[in-house]
């Protein structure tokens, strides 16, 4: 495993919280009703992407749910793009026609955003079977919560993976609620890294609030990939301080049991790692959070300088304009 390093604290430190407050500021413009639709935010979950990209090559892929801003992020598209696609602005990643939902970059191996629950998992496989097909050194990393693990297509996709001995590594970020409904109630087991047990996959659950845990398990299972050896099951045990998306109550639990797990927030753990080891002085941290907020301020700027899509776009995007030339000037 590629050594974890001072260098490797400091860059988890200035990625987590760039995450932390993008995702906080899109929180305050969805208030402000800038950003249209559904929003999901990915506030705790920060050490899971962060520990998976210290173990990525440049030709592994990633494909995830709905829940997808950072992660675009993560794998080099530029922050600016993403909240402009969140903004609905023809700057976005999308042009302004995939949203929140959506974020797709394929230049820099990110295949989505999908807004259907587990409607990537087949796709994660389909990803990975394209790589051994065409004996490409590639591993799909293929993110689901642990709603999407009690769909169907699941099971389908875990056979034809271990069957065909693709290079994926399913990962299933279990923040404890699927929507409002604890994973308690959703099975007569809460270990769903079981599931992967009945193919005989290699699986195991995972420390999801520790980087350094989480690229441990992801080394080894993209490794396992990488030797042709198939696929691996991982359960990335995390938790999300917000609600499903903004428009969630979150009378599923209290805020005592929120509390209890920012006591383990993995920003704050990597913090304290820097700290106790002298990696960097809380004045240089500060400065770090200063050129964040900055960083942050210049993306909102970026979005809200750019403009809406035309009219047309929406028949662009859909339509060949050589064979239905009515709909150019409509």
């Known amino acids: 495993m590629k050594k974890i390093t001072k ?7 200035k990625n987590m919280q760039f995450w932390r407050r993008f995702e906080n500021k899109l929180a305050a413009l969805y208030i402000q009703q800038k950003v249209r639709g559904f929003l999901h935010l990915y506030n705790g979950q920060e050490a899971v992407l962060s520990g998976a990209l210290h173990t990525m090559n440049k030709d592994d892929k990633m494909i995830t749910a709905y829940r997808n801003h950072v992660q675009p992020i993560g794998m080099g598209v530029d922050p600016k793009f993403v909240m402009a696609e969140l903004l609905g602005k023809v700057t976005g990643t999308s042009k302004g026609m995939g949203g929140s939902m959506h974020i797709f970059s ?10 259907i629950v587990g409607g990537q998992i087949p796709l994660g496989a389909g990803l990975a079977f394209a790589d051994k097909y065409f004996d490409r050194k590639g591993v799909t990393l293929c993110y689901f919560g642990d709603g999407a693990a009690r769909q169907g297509s699941l099971h389908e996709t875990f056979n034809m993976a271990m069957n065909w001995k693709l290079p994926v590594v399913f990962i299933c970020e279990n923040n404890g609620y699927a929507m409002g409904t604890s994973v308690e109630r959703t099975a007569n087991h809460t270990d769903i890294w079981k599931l ?3 193919y005989e996959m290699p699986c195991g659950p995972v420390d999801g609030m520790n980087p350094v845990k989480v690229a441990e398990a992801m080394h080894e299972a993209m490794e396992r990939a990488r030797a042709g050896n198939g696929p691996t099951f991982l359960e990335m045990k995390t938790y999300r301080y ?5 428009s969630d109550a979150q009378h599923y639990r209290t805020k005592d049991e929120v509390a209890e797990y920012k006591k383990i927030d993995p920003i704050t753990q990597v913090k304290n790692h820097i700290l106790e080891n002298k990696f960097a002085s809380k ?24 403009a809406f899509p035309e009219k047309q776009q929406l028949y662009d995007m859909v339509y060949e304009q050589e064979d239905y030339p009515f709909l150019k000037h409509r």
């Open 7 to 13: 260098q490797t604290y400091l860059d988890w430190y």
């Open 242 to 246: 917000r609600g499903h998306s903004m």
């Open 106 to 115: 394929p230049e820099h191996n990110f295949y989505g955003g999908h807004g």
């Open 196 to 198: 992967g047990l009945g």
């Open 283 to 306: 004045a240089e941290l500060e400065t770090i959070d200063a050129k964040i907020k900055e960083h942050v301020a210049e993306c909102v700027k970026f979005a809200e300088d750019s």
